[in-house]
């Protein structure tokens, strides 16, 4: 492409540089300046971390660049995590790291070498004046972006602000390894995070939440005494020795995503574009691989406007991947404290896999020793995976960790559940999950979700349910079947869910009743108020249902009361505005589902379990939030709820879900370690290498799957054998016994060619 021949770079960090750089070896007639307000040698922070990826990807483009930071790097591959005078070690990792003035000084001279113009203390122009003289504008200028903010009418950032202060500092020897360490103080828990840089230095982070901050006196101090405070704090990890900063300020994490990342000739790149936390090393990272995205799409596409698309479709993909690992990283940060009392090589798994990027399998590829160690001091006997423990739910021991999750099959006539859901809960059981769920099963007609919902307000239903427990139960030994009982509210009346999911049905609708007179989708059917004579009739058919329920063989009982349905409705701020006793704080809102619970538990078998299903976060501004589901899930377990099965949003329509592989299991993870009380996580979790990861972590105690219960009935099983485990955690069905085994495809055992012969 040979229209982008004047170029500015809008900041001299290593995005910018390298963008520069590239973008002028790829064409050598095109004008290249890099307008840089500081000094060469300013610079944030002090060492870089590069994964190999990236330096493949910069040997590919720049063999230059790529020797030179060859040179300078400084390798290691142990992380040392540091925990109440104990310290784990977990080796084969594999890092790279250079100082950061050291990485700037090399772009510097290679950009130089190439022609391009660099222009330090010097302000660039403003931005419309630099898209009229040139032909593309890159604007590397940072998470505080004034090109960004310029346009923010188009690029329509969201930025936000995290929990924790935190300040980059040195030190003047070499970690032998990426080390954290926690140090519990009289204000509350800090952390530092160190990695060398060089032979004789090393970066350290110091963190803490905002309130330990203050409480330590941090916001009052100058630099020098809060880099002294920070050395006495963290003297042993140091051996006492000091610390130094360079210009350096406490600061707060802020995330930048922009819905857009180019308007015009005009792009994003770096962390003006996108911000990762620091926890997983990747904002210099993705700056450079933004560069090298950007020049080989100008190199590829015939013009500027369908490269700068290519750009933003490479690259945000890969972005949202990152941001959403680095989320799920700085938040286990945040909540540290959490953890704090997990045993010592548990709690140093939790920490290494809190990305979710690191998992079991992987962790165990690069050090089996220690994992090995991990699932001793877990429990696990020799060759079981986490996920085929044992766990134990009042008088019910489950044989393993994994829980078919409810599915909605829409398939009942009348309430009735038929031969889909014998064989739907029935191939599922034989499949070998710990325990098989059946869908939410209506209390009443009026609480069905749609027409195809099955129930349990009579006799005939129970009788049919009676079917299947006793098929899972003789055919399937060992495995335990679940019921959840549930109440529609304002969601019900609606079409089936192939049909037009929460779409009203087009006749034969019934009235909705709900906590508040709140249609579910706009221009839906308008609930009616619940009124007292009525909740006292909705809780009487609660406590039938869960007799019927103990009648048909139900191993366990679910109380559903998330995704908006009628208790859930009770729970959120949003859709209860009530102003009597069901109605205003958070403990009056959990009065009714409460009730509802006492009723059931009274009746439900005393040795047979009881768990409630809640939405841990509405997803939504002024909704349930974290802190209040803890409190929700609190308030259940004294009642006596035996587990918490931790779901999330779906209780008002424009609700805004964070989505990514397992989104939903921070939420399990926090109520878990705040209330004590058994969960079950849910969300995404796909695959077994994921639920040995939650499970060894601490971070859940079950794990529900539904859609890859739909792809794969014996998925539970098929797992035991992909990881080579035969034991009292998965027990095949005798009739399926020589199915055990993946069955043979064709041979890949060929010779290879080994002799070239010239003709």
């Known amino acids: ?139 590397a200028d940072g998470v505080h972006s004034a090109t960004r903010e310029a346009y923010a009418d188009v690029f329509r950032p969201r930025i936000t602000a995290h929990r ?80 130094r900063s360079h210009n350096s300020a406490w600061t707060t994490f802020r995330t930048v995503v922009n819905e857009r990342w180019s308007h015009g000739n005009l792009v994003l790149l770096g962390d003006a574009a996108h911000t990762a936390h620091f926890s997983i090393g990747s904002g210099t990272k993705l700056a450079v691989e933004d560069a090298l995205a950007l020049a080989a799409c100008l190199d590829e596409q015939p013009c500027l406007s369908e490269a700068l698309t290519a750009y933003e479709e490479e690259r945000k993909p890969v972005v949202a991947s990152t941001q959403r690992a680095a989320r799920a990283s ?62 134990r739910l009042r008088g019910l021991t489950l044989r393993n960790r994994v829980v078919v999750s409810p599915m909605d099959m829409y398939s009942a006539v009348d309430g009735v559940p038929g031969d889909l859901h014998l064989v739907h809960l029935g191939a599922r059981a034989l499949g070998g999950a710990g325990l098989v769920m059946t869908e939410m099963v209506c209390v009443s007609p009026e609480g069905r ?59 034969g609708n019934w ?16 609930p009616r108020q619940l009124t007292r004579a009525q909740l006292t009739d909705i809780r009487e058919q609660f406590t039938s249902a869960a007799l019927r329920a103990a009648r048909a063989g139900f191993d366990l009982l679910e109380l559903h009361c998330a995704h908006g349905y009628l208790l859930s409705g009770f729970l959120s701020p949003l859709t209860n505005h009530r102003t009597d006793a069901y109605g205003g704080s958070l403990e009056k809102r959990l009065r009714f589902p409460l009730e509802v619970f006492d009723a059931v538990r009274a009746v439900w078998p005393a040795e047979r379990p009881m768990t409630v299903r809640i939405s841990a976060t509405d997803w939504a501004e002024g909704g349930t939030a974290a802190e209040d589901a803890v409190e929700i899930a609190r308030a259940f377990a004294a009642h006596g709820a035996d587990a918490i099965d931790v779901s999330t949003g779906q209780v008002v329509a424009e609700e805004r879900p964070e989505f990514g592989r397992s989104y939903q299991t921070p939420f399990a993870d926090r109520i878990r370690h705040a209330t004590g009380v058994p969960v079950v996580a849910v969300g995404a979790i796909s695959s077994w290498d994921d639920v040995n990861s939650l499970i060894l972590a601490g971070r859940a105690d079950l794990c529900a799957l539904a859609r890859p219960h739909l792809y794969d009935p014996h998925w539970t099983l098929h797992a035991a054998a992909e990881q080579g485990y035969q034991g009292p955690g998965a027990v095949w069905p005798a009739p399926y016994r020589a199915g055990s085994r993946p069955p043979q495809t064709g041979r890949t055992d060929a010779p290879k060619p080994r002799l070239g012969l010239a003709t």
């Open 1 to 139: 492409m040979t229209d982008a021949l004047r170029v500015a770079v809008i900041g001299g960090g290593p995005g910018g540089l390298y963008a520069a750089a590239l973008l002028k070896r790829l064409d050598p007639a095109r004008e290249v300046t890099v307008w840089e307000r500081n000094a060469p040698d300013d610079t944030f922070g002090f060492g870089v971390v590069l994964s190999d990826e990236t330096l493949g990807g910069i040997e590919h483009a720049d063999p230059v660049v790529h020797q030179a930071l060859q040179r300078d790097f400084v390798r290691w591959d142990d992380i040392d995590i540091v925990h109440r005078g104990t310290r784990q070690t977990s080796g084969g990792h594999g890092f790279a790291a250079l100082g950061r003035r050291r990485l700037l000084q090399i772009l510097h001279t290679r950009c130089r070498s190439l022609g391009v113009d660099l222009r330090f203390r010097s302000e660039a122009p403003d931005p419309a004046r630099l898209r009229e003289a040139c032909d593309l504008v890159v604007a």
């Open 511 to 526: 009235p909705l009743v709900a906590a508040s007179p709140l249609p579910y989708k706009p221009g839906g059917q308008v």
């Open 330 to 391: 700085l938040e286990w940060f945040e909540n540290l404290g959490l953890h704090l009392d997990q045993p010592p090589r548990q709690f140093a798994f939790n920490l290494l896999t809190r990305s979710r990027r690191v998992t079991h399998y992987n962790l165990a590829l690069r050090d089996a020793r220690f994992t090995d160690a991990v699932e001793r001091e877990f429990g696990c006997p020799p060759g079981t995976p986490p996920m085929f423990t044992p766990f």
């Open 164 to 243: 924790c202060r935190y300040i980059w500092l040195a030190a003047d020897f070499a970690f032998d390894a990426f080390r954290f360490e926690i140090a519990e103080t009289e204000h509350g828990v800090m952390q530092l995070h160190g990695y060398p840089y060089s032979d004789d230095a090393s970066t350290v982070i110091v963190e803490m939440r905002e309130e330990v901050w203050r409480a330590a006196g941090f916001g009052e101090l100058d630099e020098r005494e809060s880099v002294e405070r920070c050395a006495k704090i963290f003297a042993d990890a140091l051996g006492g020795r000091p610390l």
């Open 449 to 507: 979700i749609t027409p195809g919902c099955t129930g349990l307000w009579n006799g005939r239903q129970a009788e049919s349910w009676r079917r299947i427990t006793d098929f899972v139960h003789r055919q399937a030994p060992g495995t335990a079947i679940g019921v959840q009982l549930g109440h529609s509210g304002r969601k019900g009346s609606t079409r089936l869910m192939w049909e037009g999911m929460d779409e009203p049905l087009p006749e």
